[in-house]
C-alpha cells in the first residue's frame, strides 16, 4: 500500500501585555488570535526548527505497537490558513488507520503538544522585534504569550491565593495562585488557559 500524507491543524492565540504588567486583566493586554499572529511566523517557525520538527521518534513501539509501526514521519510547523497562522502536524502513514488508530495518533499528537516536545518547546523563549513570545500548551490547544522581558526561570510551589481576595473573581481572571521567591517576595501565578477563556 502507498503512504499517505495528511495534516492536523490547531489554533495558536497569544496574549499581548504592555509594560509594567505583573498580570493580566482586561485594562493592560491584549489577545492575538491566529490572523494576528501571521506577523510572528518566522520568528515561531525558526523557534520550532531550533527545538526539532519530528515528533515520531518519541513514540514507544512497546506502548503503541500499532502507531509505531504504521507511522512514518509526524513533522511540527506553523502554516498561514484562511489569513490565520496554525500549529501543524503533517503525518506519513504507510496506510489508513483504523478509527482506534485515528483516536491513539491524535492523544499521541495532543500528549506530545501538552507533556513532551511541547513541554520542551514552551520553556524557550522567540525573541521577536517588539518582545518576546513563549509558546504554551494546556490540553489541545496552543498559547503564545507575548510579554517585554523574562526574569528569570524557577520552580515553585503554587499557593491558594488569600480568601479575601475571592469577592473579586481574581481566578477567573487568570490567577492560579501565588508563591513565595527566595527573596522574599511574593509572586502571582499566571492560569494561562483561564486568560484564554476570560
Not at 503512504?3 to 498580570?23: I, R, V
Not at 527545538?51 to 514507544?60: F, K, L, P
Not at 488569600?162 to 513565595?180: D, E, M, Q, V
Request: aromatic share 10%.
Amino acid at each position: 500500500m502507498s503512504e499517505m500524507t495528511f495534516k492536523l491543524y490547531s489554533p495558536l492565540t497569544a496574549e499581548l501585555l504592555s509594560d509594567g504588567s505583573e498580570y493580566r486583566n482586561d485594562t493592560d493586554s491584549i489577545v492575538l488570535r491566529g490572523y494576528e499572529l501571521t506577523d510572528y511566523v518566522e520568528a515561531i517557525t525558526a523557534q520550532i526548527a531550533e527545538e526539532g520538527t519530528n515528533i515520531e521518534q518519541y513514540m514507544d513501539a512497546e506502548d503503541d505497537p500499532y502507531l509505531a509501526a504504521h507511522v512514518k514521519s509526524i513533522r511540527l510547523s506553523v502554516e498561514e490558513r484562511d489569513g490565520e497562522l496554525c500549529g501543524c502536524a503533517t503525518v506519513i502513514v504507510d496506510e489508513d488507520l483504523t478509527e482506534r488508530g485515528w483516536n491513539d495518533l491524535q492523544d499521541y499528537i495532543t500528549g506530545q503538544y501538552s507533556d513532551g516536545w511541547g513541554e520542551g518547546f514552551e520553556q524557550r523563549d522567540i525573541e521577536v522585534e517588539d518582545g518576546i513570545l513563549i509558546w504554551l500548551e494546556a490540553g489541545e490547544t496552543s498559547y503564545c504569550l507575548f510579554v517585554d522581558e523574562l526574569l528569570g526561570e524557577q520552580q515553585v510551589v503554587v499557593k491558594p491565593l488569600p480568601s479575601f481576595l475571592n469577592s473579586f473573581n481574581i481566578k477567573r481572571s487568570g490567577i492560579a495562585g501565588c508563591t513565595i521567591l527566595g527573596d522574599g517576595n511574593i509572586s502571582i501565578i499566571l492560569d494561562v488557559a483561564n486568560l484564554y477563556h476570560s
